[in-house]
Structure formats: structure tokens, C-alpha cells
């Protein structure tokens, strides 16, 4: 076995990790109940609580069946980061089915190609992009879409500069096969058994298609859990320090590093909807985040405002993601 890098290997790391042998969804399940009323959540100053999380995920999972969502089904989330999507990824999970993340900027010819490649039956939307997905319903398997005002999980005042999808009220939709995410709780349905394990199928993001149409990256939950686990386990002191979650959940590093890890850890995650470098240094310094995965354009623009002198950043262990390398000159001044 090819052992050089144990040289600089760090003290704290073993050499093997021993995975968890269940699906992703249990993470959620562990930490509400070790952690019931600490915050998973933060989301322009609105906190929930793991056992909140987790009772929303229930409910919504739920619904999802009560849909006609099975087993191995594939479940669409198109929208951008919110407490949404979260639920929305856990509930697909929990209702035993297959999450497949869209980039909430794909228009209605590419929806039509992921809804045709995977055969979604169901899919849960941010209603400021519902009209590009509003056309697919009752097209190819597509039956059913969940719309989702982000203003629904604004409980709590803020002085937040707010994006304008987050602070549009909720539209009062309806249709054929279009549902309302506050219905869809306020259903309040109990899910069936949690029967999938670490062997099925719990993802597909797709890749760009730089060169061709996306292609559907498929991923059981053992692969997802050992890419969770493995970034926990690496950087253990960042593992119990909130997060500010800036990339893209639906693509895998803002998925993973900054979604599934603070789950798994029973962490709290801070979430923006769309970068903002104000909102971003106010968030650190008022939570006192404690890593922060991007790439190296919203460190630029970060470090670019006249104003960051003004806030304490101290509390940064950690920050990493993506992408392009991050150029010498921006980690020097960084530091």
C-alpha cells in the first residue's frame, strides 16, 4: 500500500475510517436526538432547532408518499439555498427516494432533459423560479411539484440586507399537480418505514455538460456518507463550530461540505441565499463562524469591500472550497 504521505499526515488522523452502515437521512435522525435544541439553522436570523429540522423532514416526507413518492423514485429540488432544501433533501431521503439537485438557473428546455433522464415523478421548487418548471407537470413522470416561499422561514426581524426572492411574499399558486410546501405540513402525514440502507441509491447531480448534455452523477448512500465523514473526521476543531454555507447545495461541495457535514456533527449552518459580501461579514462576526467553504471569486470580492476592517472575523478557523486555486495574493492578504 502506498504510504509516503504518512509522513505529513496529521497527528490527530487515523489511517482507516470505519463508515456508518445506514443511509444518509439517519445522520438527521442521530443529532435530533443528541441535540434536540441546539440550532441546525440559522437562516437570516431565523434559527431551527434539529428537533424542528427533523419534524418538518417527517412531515414532508409524509406528503411526498402521500404523493405516490416509492421507494428508488426520483425526486427533483430546484431552488436555491434555503431551510427548503434542506427538508426537501432529507424528506426525499426519509420517503426512501432519490434526490436529483437542479441548478435553480436552468430554464425550461434543460428541466425537460432532467425530468426525461431521470424519470422524476415529483419535484420541489422555489416559487420564484416555478413558471420554468410550471409547463413539465404532467409531462414524461412528472406529477406533482411543491412550491416553497424562502418568506415562510423569515420568523424572526432582522436588519439583513435580504435577496428579493427571499424576501417576495408567497404567491398564492394553484393547478393541476401544484402543491403548497405550508400545505404540505400543514398536512401534518406521518411517512411509512425508513427501509433503504447504505447500498441505495440517494443522489444524482448532474455534471455541467461542458463538452455535452449533463450527465447524471449516481451516488449510494455509502458513497455520500464516506465523503461526509471523511471531511468531519479531517478537520474535527471546524466540525463543532458554525458554518456559513455561501455555494450551491445543489452542487456537491456546498451539498456536502456545508449541508450533510453539519448535519452529521450536529453543527449549525448558516445559510445565504445568494452571496452578498455585507451580509456575509456580518454573519461571521454576529455567529462567530467557524469555517466557511467557497471559492476563490467570493473571496476576491470578500476582501475587496473598503468596509471589512470594521468586522471581527476573528473567529475563522477554516476556510476552503473549490474551483480555481486560490491566487497567492489573496491568501497572503487573507491571512
Known amino acids: 500500500m502506498f504510504t509516503r504521505h504518512y509522513k505529513v499526515w496529521p497527528v490527530h488522523a487515523g489511517y482507516h475510517l470505519d463508515l456508518p452502515q445506514t443511509s444518509v437521512y439517519v445522520n438527521l435522525e442521530v443529532s435530533a436526538l443528541r441535540f434536540p435544541d441546539k440550532n441546525a439553522i440559522i437562516y437570516y436570523d431565523t434559527p431551527i432547532t434539529f428537533r424542528e429540522l427533523k419534524d418538518e423532514v417527517e412531515r414532508l416526507a409524509g406528503y411526498l408518499q402521500h404523493l405516490g413518492v416509492k421507494r428508488g423514485d426520483r425526486v427533483l429540488i430546484y431552488m436555491q439555498n434555503s431551510p427548503q ?117 440517494a443522489v444524482i447531480p448532474y455534471s455541467s455538460g461542458t463538452t455535452g448534455a449533463p450527465k447524471g452523477c449516481v451516488h449510494i448512500h455509502r458513497s455520500v456518507m464516506a465523503t461526509i465523514v471523511q471531511g468531519v473526521y479531517w478537520n474535527p476543531r471546524t466540525a463543532q463550530a458554525p458554518t456559513l454555507a455561501t455555494l450551491p447545495f445543489f452542487h456537491v461541495t456546498g451539498m456536502q461540505a456545508s449541508m450533510n457535514a453539519p448535519i452529521y456533527s450536529g453543527n449549525t449552518s448558516v445559510i445565504m441565499t445568494r452571496w452578498d459580501r455585507r451580509v456575509a461579514a456580518e454573519l461571521i462576526q454576529r455567529y462567530r463562524i467557524g469555517s466557511w467553504r467557497n471559492i476563490a471569486t467570493m473571496v476576491i470580492d470578500f476582501l475587496a469591500d473598503p468596509e471589512i476592517g470594521k468586522y471581527d472575523l476573528s473567529s475563522l478557523m477554516a476556510i476552503g472550497g473549490g474551483g480555481a486555486a486560490m491566487p497567492a495574493a489573496v491568501e497572503e492578504k487573507l491571512h
Open 85 to 201: 432544501f434542506v427538508i426537501s433533501f432529507y424528506a426525499i431521503l426519509r420517503a426512501n427516494a432519490v434526490v436529483v439537485p437542479v441548478n435553480p438557473m436552468c430554464r425550461r428546455g434543460e428541466l425537460e432533459y432532467f425530468v426525461q433522464d431521470t424519470g422524476a415523478t415529483a419535484a420541489i421548487c422555489g416559487q420564484e423560479i416555478f413558471p420554468h418548471l410550471e409547463p413539465l407537470i404532467g409531462t414524461a413522470e412528472l406529477k406533482n411539484v411543491i412550491v416553497a416561499a424562502y418568506s415562510d422561514y423569515l420568523r424572526t426581524p432582522t436588519d439583513l440586507t435580504l435577496p428579493e426572492a427571499v424576501a417576495q411574499p408567497r404567491q398564492a399558486l394553484s393547478g393541476d399537480g401544484v402543491h403548497l410546501w405550508s400545505e404540505a405540513l400543514a398536512a401534518n402525514i406521518e411517512p411509512g418505514p425508513h427501509v433503504v440502507g447504505p447500498d441505495d441509491m
